[in-house]
């Protein structure tokens, strides 16, 4: 009987120390999480957000404070809504968050792409190479509106602004103009569109397969033409004359000394990365600026009295005038401000993380809620009134595209397209009033697409001979 009472005690001490013990650990352990609302099992919060992802996370935010984190499934993700949360982490973290959001993770191979990026496309000394590309693709955007002015035709602004951003990166990139007779840049543009839309939050890297074999099958294509016409033609630039960034991929793919071997995938995967990153985000800008011209006439007019006092009314506007037109610089940074073609951010955390005495899991996503940011009442009063002049102000600025290699192309086009619309046309939508709804996809576009009535308001500009096509290198096109 002693026996038995002396063994009943040691399994019941044996079980109040492991008890204890699970408990300590079970403090020791939990990390400390940010705030979050109630979660299901497997689930977690996807029943908390819609179609329009940055709007369930603001929806979010306005209960559970700037900085909140949540599930989706089984992918936690922690969500930094207001300028001072997002300045703190990426500043002091940002070792933490290595991935690029489109290349490759940070490697050898990202360093190498992203110089050869600048370099042979995006960097200063080849943007002025290449300013004809863009002169010309302009030239021929506003004939198109000019002639549907004439024949008082609707234009699809939209659709024809990303076929101008579209056809831009094909010149630069390939030195070929995609649109035409063959019609490689509406297949280039509709499978970059099919992409955008089915990218979201829960598949950030997604690659569809069907999309993605379109584009393979297209780019094989335009791989075997470049491989035939440098066989007829002989190396191209050896006498001076542009090589294009595929046309330098290609060459390293075939120089077996090369310091990066790159294959035919690599360059593939490289030229659809720069698509993905370049043209809806470009073209979307301009489509909500141009919405917010129509909407705000006061603001148009300023912008229409800045250029013709600067650039007169018998000429186009040039890329050289943009340093000049300080109220279109604005212009563009306030649209940015309301509509930012990538309004949330992602990064991924390589390791754990302590933020404001929180634990952040290593794996976690971040989200960078870039569209709340630009509309904090704290930062900016009267935040959803599109006023440029916030922005007239020297040193003030918006945006979180440090990163982003593309951004001088980019703003040189979208300030040298949208100068020359509101010097050359005067844009209307029926009923007056242009809806701003916004539409789903990671480039946040809109809901409804902005379709115009062009009206004519510089008449002598636009024949085609008064639009410089001079193409330097025009025999390799
Ligand atoms: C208004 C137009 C544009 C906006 C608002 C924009 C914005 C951004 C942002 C926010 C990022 C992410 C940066 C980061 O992770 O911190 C990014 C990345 C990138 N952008 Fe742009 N971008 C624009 C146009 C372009 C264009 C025209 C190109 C090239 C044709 C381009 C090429 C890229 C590339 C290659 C990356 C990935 C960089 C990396 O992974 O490190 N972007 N852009």
């Given at each position: 009987?002693?026996?038995?009472?002396?063994?009943?005690?040691?399994?019941?001490?044996?079980?109040?120390?492991?008890?204890?013990?699970?408990?300590?650990?079970?403090?020791?352990?939990?990390?400390?999480?940010?705030?979050?609302?109630?979660?299901?099992?497997?689930?977690?919060?996807?029943?908390?957000?819609?179609?329009?992802?940055?709007?369930?996370?603001h929806?979010?935010?306005?209960?559970?404070?700037?900085?909140?984190?949540?599930?989706?499934?089984?992918?936690?993700?922690?969500?930094?809504?207001d300028a001072?949360?997002?300045?703190?982490?990426?500043?002091?973290?940002?070792?933490?968050?290595?991935?690029?959001?489109?290349?490759?993770?940070?490697?050898?191979?990202?360093?190498?792409?992203?110089?050869?990026?600048?370099?042979?496309?995006?960097?200063?000394?080849?943007?002025?190479?290449?300013?004809?590309?863009?002169?010309?693709?302009?030239?021929?955007?506003?004939?198109?509106?000019?002639?549907?002015?004439?024949?008082?035709?609707?234009?699809?602004?939209?659709?024809?602004?990303?076929?101008?951003?579209?056809?831009?990166?094909?010149?630069?990139?390939?030195?070929?103009?995609?649109?035409?007779?063959?019609?490689?840049?509406?297949?280039?543009?509709?499978?970059?569109?099919?992409?955008?839309?089915?990218?979201?939050?829960?598949?950030?890297?997604?690659?569809?397969?069907?999309?993605?074999?379109?584009?393979?099958?297209?780019?094989?294509?335009?791989?075997?033409?470049?491989?035939?016409?440098?066989?007829?033609?002989?190396?191209?630039?050896?006498?001076?004359?542009?090589?294009?960034?595929?046309?330098?991929?290609?060459?390293?793919?075939?120089?077996?000394?090369?310091?990066?071997?790159?294959?035919?995938?690599?360059?593939?995967?490289?030229?659809?990365?720069?698509?993905?990153?370049?043209?809806?985000?470009?073209?979307?800008?301009?489509?909500?600026?141009?919405?917010?011209?129509?909407?705000?006439?006061?603001?148009?007019?300023?912008?229409?009295?800045?250029?013709?006092?600067?650039?007169?009314?018998?000429?186009?506007?040039?890329?050289?005038?943009?340093?000049?037109?300080?109220?279109?610089?604005?212009?563009?940074?306030e649209?940015?401000r309301l509509h930012?073609?990538?309004?949330?951010?992602?990064?991924?955390?390589?390791?754990?993380?302590?933020?404001?005495?929180?634990?952040?899991?290593?794996?976690?996503?971040?989200?960078?809620?870039?569209w709340e940011i630009g509309r904090d009442p704290i930062h900016w009063e009267n935040p959803l009134e599109f006023r440029?002049?916030r922005?007239?102000?020297?040193?003030?600025?918006f945006?979180?595209?440090?990163?982003?290699?593309?951004?001088?192309?980019?703003?040189?086009?979208?300030?040298?397209?949208?100068?020359?619309?509101?010097?050359?046309?005067?844009?209307?939508?029926?009923?007056?009033?242009?809806?701003?709804?916004?539409?789903?996809?990671?480039?946040?576009?809109?809901?409804?697409?902005?379709?115009?009535?062009?009206?004519?308001?510089?008449?002598?500009?636009?024949?085609?001979?008064?639009?410089?096509?001079?193409?330097?290198?025009?025999?390799?096109?």
């Amino acid at each position: 009987m002693e026996d038995l009472r002396s063994w009943a005690t040691a399994v019941l001490l044996g079980f109040f120390s492991l008890f204890i013990m699970k408990l300590f650990a079970y403090h020791q352990i939990k990390p400390i999480l940010p705030p979050s609302p109630m979660a299901f099992p497997l689930l977690g919060h996807l029943h908390l957000i819609g179609s329009n992802v940055h709007q369930s996370l603001h929806k979010l935010s306005t209960g559970l404070g700037p900085l909140f984190h949540i599930r989706l499934g089984s992918v936690p993700l922690l969500v930094a809504s207001d300028a001072a949360t997002a300045r703190e982490l990426l500043r002091d973290h940002e070792h933490s968050f290595p991935d690029s959001f489109l290349f490759a993770p940070y490697s050898d191979y990202w360093w190498f792409m992203k110089k050869l990026c600048l370099s042979e496309l995006l960097g200063g000394r080849r943007l002025v190479q290449l300013q004809w590309v863009r002169q010309d693709e302009i030239g021929r955007f506003l004939e198109m509106l000019r002639q549907k002015a004439e024949r008082r035709e609707e234009v699809d602004v939209g659709a024809e602004l990303t076929r101008l951003t579209n056809n831009v990166i094909c010149g630069m990139t390939m030195g070929r103009r995609c649109s035409g007779t063959d019609g490689e840049a509406e297949q280039v543009r509709r499978i970059v569109k099919e992409t955008m839309e089915k990218l979201d939050l829960q598949h950030l890297k997604a690659r569809y397969e069907n999309v993605h074999r379109r584009f393979d099958s297209l780019m094989e294509r335009i791989l075997e033409e470049e491989v035939l016409r440098t066989k007829e033609s002989g190396k191209i630039g050896a006498d001076g004359a542009v090589r294009y960034l595929l046309r330098v991929l290609l060459d390293i793919a075939e120089d077996e000394g090369a310091k990066m071997r790159l294959t035919r995938d690599n360059i593939k995967g490289f030229i659809h990365d720069l698509f993905m990153a370049g043209t809806d985000t470009t073209s979307v800008t301009m489509e909500w600026a141009l919405a917010e011209l129509i909407n705000n006439p006061a603001v148009l007019q300023n912008a229409r009295r800045e250029i013709d006092s600067v650039v007169g009314v018998s000429r186009l506007v040039e890329e050289s005038d943009i340093p000049n037109l300080p109220f279109l610089q604005a212009i563009v940074k306030e649209t940015l401000r309301l509509h930012p073609a990538i309004p949330i951010l992602p990064r991924q955390s390589n390791a754990p993380l302590k933020f404001r005495g929180y634990d952040i899991p290593a794996g976690t996503w971040i989200a960078i809620h870039v569209w709340e940011i630009g509309r904090d009442p704290i930062h900016w009063e009267n935040p959803l009134e599109f006023r440029p002049e916030r922005f007239s102000a020297k040193g003030r600025s918006f945006g979180v595209d440090r990163r982003c290699p593309g951004i001088s192309l980019a703003l040189q086009l979208i300030h040298t397209t949208l100068a020359n619309v509101i010097h050359c046309f005067d844009l209307s939508v029926e009923g007056g009033v242009v809806d701003m709804t916004e539409g789903h996809g990671v480039s946040l576009p809109k809901a409804h697409p902005l379709v115009c009535i062009p009206k004519v308001r510089l008449t002598p500009l636009l024949s085609r001979s008064a639009i410089s096509t001079s193409n330097p290198d025009e025999a390799s096109c």
